[in-house]
T-cell receptor, first 119, second 107 residues
Framework: DSGVTQTPKHLITATGQRVTLRCSPR?????VYWYQQSLDQGLQFLIQ???????AKGNILERFSAQQFPDLHSELNLSSLELGDSALYFC??????????????????FGAGTRLSVL | GQNIDQPTEMTATEGAIVQINCTYQ??????LFWYQQHAGEAPTFLSY????GLEEKGRFSSFLSRSKGYSYLLLKELQMKDSASYLC????????FGAGTTVTVRA
């Protein structure tokens, strides 16, 4: 158990709908990252938050948004869902935001993921 | 941008040794990670190299050469449970993952 909690584990919805995925980081971790992994695809970085503020953006669609709350949990909102959005969505957390030089505090620990199926 | 290359698949026999290579070209570098991922599960952290050289952790070792943009993960005394995808990831102040190497361990 990595200590990162993601809910729900599975989500089945229809095209055009909106869903919210939730992530609670490990105790003491300030940074949260969201990744998408489609079938037979690698992990694609979506977005990072550090202590409540957006730190870095990757290949995140405009239909997707995220935020990190004062208690450091994070939510990823996916709207106007399309069939191609079906994927595993992982959240990861680390103590620091990845910029501290040569530090184990950059290590990211992953949650079990949310499997999203858009029908 | 990031360019991280690793072989797609490798097969080895139980008890053997397998070496998974990873080459990278990134605009910045703040460490290289190796993760293990079983199908449908979360990636789990294996190793973190920041300085050149070899890091050993039990049956797993990882090597880094920053000047060559090269790393490898060495898996010794392979067990059936080591059948998984192994992901190389470079920390360029955000983590960029390679596509992963699927290792199949045969009896």
């Amino acid at each position: 158990d990595s200590g990162v909690t993601q809910t729900p584990k599975h989500l089945i919805t229809a095209t055009g709908q909106r869903v919210t995925l939730r992530c609670s980081p490990r105790s003491g971790d300030l940074s949260v990252y969201w990744y998408q992994q489609s079938l037979d695809q690698g992990l694609q970085f979506l977005i990072q938050y550090y202590n409540g503020e957006e730190r870095a953006k990757g290949n995140i669609l405009e239909r997707f948004s995220a935020q990190q709350f004062p208690d450091l949990h994070s939510e990823l909102n996916l709207s106007s869902l399309e069939l191609g959005d079906s994927a595993l969505y992982f959240c990861a957390s680390s103590v620091e935001g990845g910029t501290r030089l040569r530090s184990d505090k950059n290590i990211q620990y992953f949650g079990a993921g949310t499997r999203l199926s858009v029908l | 941008g990031q360019n991280i290359d690793q072989p797609t698949e490798m097969t080895a026999t139980e008890g053997a040794i397998v070496q998974i290579n990873c080459t990278y070209q990134t605009s910045g570098f703040n460490g290289l990670f190796w993760y293990q991922q079983h199908a449908g599960e979360a990636p789990t952290f294996l190793s973190y190299n920041v300085l050149d050289g070899l890091e050993e952790k039990g049956r797993f070792s990882s090597f880094l050469s920053r000047s060559k943009g090269y790393s490898y993960l060495l898996l010794k005394e392979l067990q059936m449970k080591d059948s998984a995808s192994y992901l190389c990831a470079v920390n360029d102040y955000k983590l960029s993952f390679g596509a992963g190497t699927t290792v199949t361990v045969r009896a």
